[in-house]
């Protein structure tokens, strides 16, 4: 499992906000292999860099990017696309709180 995620970081408190990738792992931190501590302010932006597997395109995946505001709701599954080569390059909505999200090679 690889997510980018806040709840690996040391403050409990935070867990709520991603419970569903806490409850896939049992709250077992080595479980995920990702970056933790993603947190960006209203108009900001947020660039990740991944080495992802060519044979991943177009292979039946798809990405979700969760989202949770402190003292807000969460919104899992904000952002739900197929990992396809059509899509690069393509803006793709949040539901709540993220404006896009753009993957590239």
């Not at 991944?50 to 969460?74: K, P, Q, T």
């Amino acid at each position: 499992m690889w997510a980018v995620s806040g709840w690996r970081g040391g403050k409990s408190k935070y867990y709520e906000h991603m419970r569903d990738w806490y409850r896939a792992t049992a709250g077992n931190p080595q479980e995920i292999n990702g970056i933790t501590g993603a947190s960006v302010g209203a108009g900001q932006s947020l660039t990740v860099s991944l080495n992802l597997n060519e044979a991943l395109f177009d292979a039946g995946y798809r990405l979700h990017i969760d989202a949770a505001v402190e003292d807000m709701r969460e919104s899992p599954s904000e952002i739900v696309v197929p990992l396809t080569r059509e899509g690069i390059g393509q803006a793709t909505r949040g539901r709540r709180y993220i404006a896009n999200f753009i993957y590239d090679m």
